[in-house]
């Protein structure tokens, strides 16, 4: 059992940056899949990038490749999102997940362990 707790988000102007990031306690982050995912009002969860664990591998969503980083900490057991270059559409609310496995999985149902969620806004 892990618990997910995100911090970090804000309101930003157009092109600004942000720095998420999801503090675990429990077991070792290196042990699971973790993913982060964006909820807009009135829309669908949606991936926005994972990273494999214990492997290194990590992937994109298209909509913020090239402007989102994801890594992790293991000496304090986090992940971050790293976000630069944003824009309206990419207002909404952010989570972290973790699944129990180390490979890569894009659709929400894959995971077990979810965050609060943390509200990122870009105003234009």
């Known amino acids: 059992q892990i618990q997910l707790v995100e911090s970090g988000g804000g309101l930003v102007q157009v092109g600004g940056s942000l720095r998420l990031s999801c503090a675990s306690s429990g077991r070792a982050l290196s042990a699971y899949a973790m993913a982060w995912f964006r909820q807009a009002p009135g829309k669908e969860r949606e991936f926005v990038a994972a990273?494999?664990?214990?492997?290194?591998?990590?992937l994109y969503a298209d909509s913020v490749k090239d402007r989102f980083t994801i890594s992790r900490d293991s000496a304090k057991n986090s992940l971050y999102l790293q976000m630069d270059g944003l824009k309206p559409a990419d207002t909404a609310v952010y989570y972290c997940a973790a699944r129990p496995d180390l490979f890569i999985r894009t659709t929400s149902i894959d995971y077990s362990y979810w965050g609060q969620g943390t509200q990122v806004s870009v105003s234009s």
């Open positions: 990273s494999s664990g214990n492997i290194g591998s990590t």
